[in-house]
């Protein structure tokens, strides 16, 4: 599997996790991911420890992205719940797995 990503025509480099997190939350677009499954699913880990992994990756992934990290549109924190990749900002962002 060829693991690239772009936006617009520009082609954004991210390293396997982060690929792999931004995979995660796309192919669920619209809908909020726990961070529990983001766990599992990006980091093979099954027992729930700290969400720091994630919060790191994640702020990676916006920067990388351009999506502004005090406000973020295309990947929206859902307190309590989990992260959102937004369906509104998917023609924008594309991600190709």
Do not use: Y
Not at 3 to 27: P, Q
Not at 50 to 69: A, C, F, M, N, P
């Amino acid at each position: 599997m060829t693991r690239r990503t772009w936006r617009g025509d520009r082609e954004i480099l991210l390293s396997r996790k982060e690929f792999d997190l931004v995979h995660a939350l796309i192919v669920r677009a619209g809908s909020v991911v726990s961070r529990e499954e983001l766990m599992r699913d990006v980091w093979g880990v099954t027992f729930w420890t700290s969400s720091k992994t994630i919060d790191v990756h994640l702020g990676w992934v916006r920067r990388k992205l351009g999506d502004d990290t005090r406000q973020p549109h295309l990947i929206t924190t859902i307190r309590g719940q989990g992260l959102r990749f937004e369906v509104a900002t998917a023609t924008e962002a594309t991600g190709s797995a």
